[in-house]
């Protein structure tokens, strides 16, 4: 039994006070302040608090937090495995069948200590944010559910205001913006124009704008090309259940998120169950809050993110890392910026410095620890899928 108490710390505030926890996503129309995490195979857990406040990121704090080694990450997919899924993935462009993949590997290691005062995942998220602001990190802390998140997401999924709905996905990674050529832009435009289109299956016809396309954003060690997609949803999208744009309309006509599956997107996911060996998880999925209250809320994609699983003989600490590939891709650079993605954030995880450090960003450690293959062990049950659209439906 975990002495943890549930809280979510998401959205520059702290929720306690668990009242109720559901898989069902009309909830989220209904009233009150939900923390939501929707795992990319279809699981959703909704969690209505009581007490909500404003709060800032925790400081870190000595012995709340005992990471993996750092020689005990293994991953799903090793080099070769990885490089000749892009091989594969480049075929499937050169036929037609698809023009980007968002190619994916889940990276676990077992906790040292199995007591759960030993890894408090709070305590985790802390340590990600010194140094490096994420604008969607945060926690969700649900032991008695199977669900302990710590995220340092940059990217939004999905932010409701009223009736204007708004997503910023993020395509194309380099180490400066020197780095992000054509073969990034390529990337972005093609994601931006699926999550358009994902957009309008639920937007008043017409209403959605792209205020921002291709925009460079800077981060610790990184740079992201960003793109902002805007819309309106229908006047009878209000906080009732079952309004024709509620946050079940969002979810059904949305995810999983565009930026992490590729385009066409039934194609793409087609080969990504194909090529990947383990599940996602809340890898990629979303996690985020909402206050039905309101009508606000605001969901990231589930990058930068880790989880545990307890139900092992040793818990397990997971994290995933991806690359969108299309026909410029080279397979060894691909690999190479799985590698530069994870490098930092595993090293935190382990214990061996914290985001300041200076020698976090060079992804030596993680090409020596992360290029161990096994399959990751054991998987977290999925519980209810939310009301998603066929995925062999044209994006």
Request: proline residues 9%; negative net charge.
């Amino acid at each position: 039994m975990s002495d943890l108490t549930p809280l979510a710390r998401l959205g520059g505030h702290l929720a306690t006070d668990l009242r109720d926890v559901t898989s069902d996503p009309e909830a989220l129309d209904s009233s009150g302040w939900w923390a939501v995490v929707a795992d990319y195979e279809g699981g959703l857990c909704c969690a209505r608090f009581g007490d909500v406040r404003p709060a800032p990121l925790p400081a870190p704090l000595p012995g709340r937090w005992r990471g993996p080694a750092a020689g005990d990450w293994v991953s799903s997919l090793d080099r070769a495995a990885y490089t000749e899924g892009v091989r594969r993935i480049r075929a499937a462009i050169g036929t037609g069948d698809v023009y980007q993949v968002n190619l994916c590997r889940v990276l676990s290691a077992p906790l040292p200590d199995p007591a759960p005062g030993a890894a408090d995942i709070d305590q985790l998220t802390a340590r990600l944010a010194v140094g490096t602001p994420a604008a969607y990190a945060g926690t969700v802390r649900l032991p008695a559910h199977g669900v302990e998140i710590a995220t340092a997401s940059p990217e939004l999924y999905l932010r409701r205001a009223d009736r204007t709905v708004e997503s910023g996905p993020i395509k194309g990674t380099g180490r400066s913006a020197a780095d992000l050529g054509e073969k990034e832009r390529a990337e972005n435009v093609m994601i931006t124009d699926l999550v358009r289109n994902d957009l309008g299956r639920v937007c008043v016809p017409g209403s959605i704008t792209v205020p921002a396309l291709c925009a460079p954003e800077p981060y610790r060690n990184l740079v992201h090309l960003v793109s902002t997609v805007r819309g309106e949803l229908p006047e009878d999208a209000g906080p009732s259940v079952g309004g024709a744009g509620g946050w079940a309309r969002l979810l059904a006509g949305t995810f999983p998120p565009g930026s992490i599956t590729g385009a066409p997107k039934s194609s793409a996911l087609r080969l990504i169950d194909a090529l990947e060996t383990a599940p996602r998880g809340p890898y990629t999925g979303g996690i985020g809050w909402v206050d039905a209250d309101r009508g606000t809320g605001a969901l990231a994609v589930g990058i930068r993110t880790f989880w545990i699983e307890r139900d092992h003989p040793r818990p397990l600490l997971r994290f995933g890392t991806g690359a969108g590939i299309i026909w410029d891709s080279d397979p060894e650079q691909e690999w190479r910026e799985t590698e530069l993605k994870a490098s930092r954030l595993l090293a935190v995880a382990s214990g061996e410095n914290t985001m300041n450090s200076q020698n976090a960003g060079n992804g030596k450690n993680a090409e020596a620890t992360t290029a161990r293959a096994s399959a990751a062990p054991g998987t977290r049950p999925v519980t209810q899928r939310p009301p998603a659209a066929p995925r062999g439906e044209q994006q």
